[in-house]
Each structure stands twice: as structure tokens, then as C-alpha cells.
């Protein structure tokens, strides 16, 4: 009997010490489980301590120019013509016609692409252009293009063509946050070597078509070569789009096999829809004679850049007397606001910006709240519009001949982080035509004088701003203070 309750004993105390061996052991588990959350968590927050600290701090040291980018390019070459393009459906209509124009190769570069209405439109004209065998090659910022074009079923058909090539510039590396900020903002189409489109629409309902009751205002200009190929800025034009399309940050959009999708049947619908794209285009009609026109950009890489393209600007201003800049902000460093004060001691300068109460973008508006009075300091002439849509034009006029369109915002993130590009245009009936638009928009805007003194135009009309909207921007004009050289 006893030997009996020992075998038990013995077989219980195993037992139990199985047990607590076993719960020793999924304690131990837990335990590692635990430390390697907690080890992921500080990782993490490392990283974005890190992330932060690489976006923010490297584009604070602004570069200047030197000697040898201050050169100027100049203006010579064949003669070509341009068509001043502000509304947003002839935008559409007039991307259609180059594209359904085109034999041999279309070029198209967009900061923003979305496979939306018009950007679907686009989609499958130049899907059927690859069909009839042109070459189409498309670039798009890496950040948009991966938003909103990788889930796009749309785009994966129209890039899985063999006669198209897309690369998206400089996508997000997660190991080099550093990078970030330096995006493509380039936006043209150009159509074999006949002609182009450069401006500051993007390729979506915003700026295309009339698919939106609320939508952006803007302009593109339409360069033709009435010599193909031999137009000075198309060829700088030409140039430009090969060396940026060889940078070893524009990475190819990888090819995946994709059965027929809706482009086809897309396409069909469009030349039902918009008949008078399918037609042929009578240049001289259309465009007006100019006396030269020169491509202005900045550099290119991913990197910190020399303010070549505001260089360049600034020497256009300095010439004139007589200055008219439409933007859609006005975010400026201590050196941009030095160069704005010295064109004012010399001409009198008109700036057409979005009114806080009208304009589409939070920062900018929040950004003029915080620097109004340094702005007007400066001596320039300002108009806050206040109209039916947002501004979203860039643009500068200087006397009654020089016209200068293109995508350069008046803004940090456009004179020293991103790609940008501006046409210099030399004739003097673009610039009346543009001069007459810049009238109507001074009518719907508060002129504030530079000394303080406000005016009202003729067709301004006040809009009270919602408490909630005051307290939201009362609330970002602290936030973005440290962050603004960014926005």
C-alpha cells in the first residue's frame, strides 16, 4: 500500500513539475514576445525621429546660384508659334488632339495622374496610340504615381502595352527618407516634333474636362514647331525629358501581364463624346506668332537645388517696369522676399493670389495669414481673388511683350526642392491677351496697397469665413511654422 501512494506521489510531482516547467516556458515565450514588440516600437519610433529629422532639416540650407548655371540659354532657333489654353476643357480637348495627331511618339510628364474621368480619357487615347504603333513614354512623380495610378487596372493595361514605357520619379525608398521631398512637378505632352503642351495642369478632373463643379483655374501654352524639331524650346524641351528620363531615380513601372480591359471600348466613347478632337487642326488659325521662346528649369536630381529657374525669373523681372505675377500662394525665404524688394524699388509689381477665404490650398493661405505683413513690405501690389474657383496659374507678364507660363510656384518647395519648368515667351499679342484676363481677375479681388490702404474691386464680393474654418486656421499657423520651407 504504501508503495502504492509512493508511485502516485512520485507520478504527481512529475506531473506538476511538467506543469510548471511548461508554464515557465510559455512565460519565457511571452516574455521574448514582449521584448521584441517593445524592440520593433523603439525601431520604429527611431525611425521616424529619424525620418523627421531627414526631412526636415536638409532642405533648410538653401543652395544659391553660381556663375556658370546663371548662364543664359537664349532664344534663337526656327520660329514657333504658341495658343494661350485657360479653360480646362479646351485642356482636355487640346491633350486629345496631340495625342490623336501623333505618328510616331508621345512624351507625357504629370505630377498628378488619376484614373479618374479625364484621366481615363487620356488613358485610353494613348492606349489606342501605342494600338496604331507610336512610341508613348510616360513619367509621373513617384508619390502620385504610386497612390493613385499602382491600383489603377486602368493604368496596368495601358502600361502592359508593348509600345509604352512608364517610370515613376523618384518613388519613396523608406531607407532614404532624405529623399522624399524631391518630387517631379513638371506637366507636358509633346507630340512627335510638331508640338507641345507645358503649363500647371495635372492630368485629372481638377484641371481636365468638365467633370468637377469645383475644379482649379489655370493655364497651359501650346507651343507648334512650324519648322518639326527645330524650335529652340522644344529642342531644350527634347533635351530635358531625356536626360531626366535616364536619371537613376525615374524607375521603370514594372510590366504585368493583363487581359483586355476597357481602354478599347473607352476610346470609342471619348470620339463619340468629343468629336472636334478627331479633327484636323488648323495651326495657323489657331496659334500666334512669337519672337522667341526659351525653356527655364531647375536642376533635375533628387537633391537640394541651385534656384536656377528663380534665378533666371528674377533677371526677366529686373528688365521691366511694369511686373504682373499670378500664383496660387506666395510662400517665400528671407532671400526671395531681398530679390521681390529690389524689383519693387525699379517697377511696380501686381501679385493676383487666391484670397484666404477662396483658396484651395490650407498652407499656403494659412502661410500669407502668418507673413501678410512681410509680404506687403516688399512693396508689391497685392490682390487677393475672391471668385468662382481657385487660381491655380502660374504666371508672370513683364511690359507689354514678355510672358512667362509654366508650372514654378512663388513658393520654397518650388524654387529649391522640386522639378519645376516655365516657358519665357516673347510676344507681345500672348501677353495682351493675358494682361486682359489678369484685369478681370483685379476686379474680383482686395487690392491691398503697400502702404496698408485696401481697395475693393469693382466685382468683389466679401465672403465671411465659418468660425470652425478661424479656428482651423488659427491652429495651423502655429503648427506649420517650423515646417514651412516644406509646403
Avoid at 466613347?269 to 468629336?275: D, F, H, L
Avoid at 510676344?427 to 496697397?449: D, G, M, V, Y
Amino acid at each position: 500500500m504504501v508503495q502504492v501512494y509512493l508511485l502516485k506521489f512520485k507520478r504527481d510531482t512529475a506531473e506538476v513539475g511538467k506543469a510548471d516547467k511548461e508554464q515557465r516556458e510559455k512565460q519565457d515565450i511571452g516574455e521574448q514576445k514582449k521584448k521584441k514588440v517593445r524592440f520593433i516600437k523603439r525601431v520604429f519610433l527611431l525611425w521616424i525621429v529619424y525620418a523627421v529629422i531627414c526631412l526636415v532639416i536638409p532642405p533648410l540650407f538653401h543652395k544659391t546660384v553660381s556663375e556658370q548655371e546663371a548662364a543664359y540659354s537664349g532664344r534663337a532657333g526656327q520660329q514657333e508659334r504658341v495658343l494661350s489654353i485657360d479653360d480646362n476643357m479646351d485642356a482636355l480637348l487640346w491633350r486629345l488632339r496631340l495625342i490623336n495627331a501623333a505618328q510616331e511618339r508621345i512624351v507625357l510628364c504629370t505630377f498628378d495622374f488619376r484614373d479618374d474621368d479625364s484621366g481615363r480619357d487620356i488613358m485610353a487615347a494613348l492606349f489606342q496610340a501605342a494600338e496604331r504603333g507610336v512610341d508613348v513614354r510616360i513619367m509621373v512623380d513617384g508619390i502620385n504615381g504610386t497612390l493613385y495610378l499602382t491600383g489603377s487596372g486602368n493604368f496596368r493595361e495601358l502600361a502592359a502595352h508593348e509600345n509604352v514605357q512608364v517610370k515613376f520619379y523618384n518613388p519613396v525608398n523608406l531607407l532614404l527618407p532624405w529623399k522624399i521631398n524631391y518630387r517631379m512637378h513638371d506637366k507636358y505632352l509633346i507630340a512627335d516634333d510638331y508640338a507641345y503642351i507645358l503649363g500647371g495642369r495635372n492630368t485629372n478632373n481638377l484641371f481636365l474636362g468638365n467633370y468637377a463643379d469645383s475644379y482649379n483655374e489655370d493655364r497651359d501654352i501650346l507651343v507648334y514647331e512650324t519648322v518639326p524639331g527645330e524650335g529652340c524650346s522644344y529642342r531644350q524641351l527634347q533635351q530635358y525629358f531625356d536626360q531626366i528620363w535616364n536619371l537613376p531615380c525615374a524607375e521603370p513601372y514594372r510590366k504585368t501581364v493583363y487581359g483586355k480591359g476597357v481602354l478599347e471600348e473607352h476610346y470609342l466613347a471619348v470620339r463619340e463624346t468629343y468629336p472636334e478632337a478627331f479633327t484636323e487642326i488648323e495651326w495657323e488659325k489657331e496659334t500666334v506668332e512669337t519672337q522667341g521662346i526659351e525653356l527655364c528649369t531647375n536642376p533635375m536630381k533628387p537633391e537640394n537645388k541651385s534656384p536656377q529657374l528663380w534665378d533666371r525669373l528674377i533677371k526677366e523681372m529686373e528688365q521691366g517696369r511694369d511686373i504682373v505675377i499670378q500664383t496660387p500662394y506666395i510662400i517665400c525665404s528671407r532671400a526671395m522676399y531681398q530679390d521681390l524688394t529690389d524689383i519693387t524699388n525699379e517697377a511696380e509689381v501686381g501679385l493676383i493670389i487666391n484670397a484666404v477665404e477662396g483658396g484651395a490650398n490650407p498652407f499656403g493661405c494659412t502661410d500669407y495669414l502668418n507673413q501678410r505683413n512681410r509680404i506687403h513690405s516688399t512693396g508689391i501690389h497685392t490682390y487677393e481673388y475672391l471668385g468662382g474657383q481657385a487660381l491655380h496659374t502660374k504666371t508672370i507678364l513683364i511690359e507689354n511683350n514678355i510672358s512667362i507660363v509654366g508650372s514654378c510656384n512663388l513658393d520654397m518647395r518650388s524654387v529649391y526642392l522640386d522639378t519645376e519648368m516655365m516657358l519665357v515667351i516673347d510676344c507681345e499679342e500672348l501677353n495682351a491677351s493675358i494682361r486682359s484676363q489678369t484685369e478681370e481677375l483685379k476686379e474680383h479681388s482686395r487690392h491691398i496697397f503697400p502702404n496698408g490702404t485696401v481697395e475693393d474691386g469693382i466685382e468683389y464680393q466679401p465672403v465671411e469665413q465659418g468660425i470652425s474654418k478661424k479656428i482651423f486656421y488659427g491652429i495651423l499657423r502655429v503648427l506649420i511654422f517650423p515646417f514651412r520651407h516644406l509646403l
